[in-house]
T-cell receptor, first 114, second 115 residues
Framework: AQSVTQPDIHITVSEGASLELRCNYS??????LFWYVQSPGQGLQLLLK??????LVQGIKGFEAEFKRSQSSFNLRKPSVHWSDAAEYFC????????????FGRGTSLIVHP | DAGVIQSPRHEVTEMGQEVTLRCKPI?????LFWYRQTMMRGLELLIY????????DSGMPEDRFSAKMPNASFSTLKIQPSEPRDSAVYFC?????????????FGEGSRLTVL
């Protein structure tokens, strides 16, 4: 079965600084990978997704993520963080066909200092 | 489109009471998911439907939990009897053609507190 690890429970950055949130997955075949964001009191919203092709994917709100098969990682990045980016970020992995059980990581809480 | 609509947004009840959470998916979406979010366990998939038919309910914690989807525009998650450990935020999400090929659209959640 697939699994997702987000090793950082909290990340604190200053506004304007760069950001990288880590995500590692465990899955035997090529995974489908996703990043979602959850603002306080809201549901999750898709930031970006990787199915195949270019390993660097662009998402909404200026975010990007890079799929590295050798490292089983799908880290989320943003060159300059805005105060409105403060939220909970979830990495998720899905399987290509077969058993249809999507798995989310535990989430990383992003705190942005002015 | 109004998005996924969940009700109630907040529910406070006493142990032993029946709780019913409701969800209206986005029109035209053929998959519906129920998730539970807690600090201890994170985001857990409880059950999902395809074309109103339950496909996988292996995440439903126990027989006290039940979910139905009588038509394409409505689903319920029922807990009877409720227990304090059921306190969580329950999310409904819908998608077109499922999780792997498309985006999940989440509702704003129903925060349940069982005293």
């Amino acid at each position: 079965a697939q699994s997702v690890t987000q090793p950082d429970i909290h990340i604190t950055v200053s506004e304007g600084a760069s950001l990288e949130l880590r995500c590692n997955y465990s899955y035997g075949a090529t995974p489908y990978l996703f990043w979602y964001v959850q603002s306080p009191g809201q549901g999750l919203q898709l930031l970006l997704k990787y199915f195949s092709g270019d390993t660097l994917v662009q998402g909404i709100k200026g975010f990007e993520a890079e799929f590295k098969r050798s490292q089983s990682s799908f880290n989320l990045r943003k060159p300059s963080v805005h105060w409105s980016d403060a939220a909970e970020y979830f990495c998720a992995v899905g399987t290509a066909g077969g058993s249809y059980i999507p798995t989310f990581g535990r989430g990383t809480s992003l705190i942005v200092h002015p | 489109d109004a998005g996924v609509i969940q009700s109630p947004r907040h529910e406070v009840t006493e142990m032993g009471q029946e709780v019913t959470l409701r969800c209206k998916p986005i029109s035209g979406h053929d998959y519906l998911f129920w998730y539970r979010q807690t600090m201890m366990r994170g985001l857990e998939l409880l059950i999902y439907f395809n074309n109103n038919v339950p496909i996988d309910d292996s995440g439903m914690p126990e027989d006290r939990f039940s979910a139905k989807m009588p038509n394409a525009s409505f689903s319920t998650l029922k807990i009877q009897p409720s227990e304090p450990r059921d306190s969580a935020v329950y999310f409904c999400a819908s998608s077109l053609r499922g999780f792997n090929t498309g985006e999940l659209f989440f509702g704003e959640g129903s925060r349940l507190t069982v005293l």
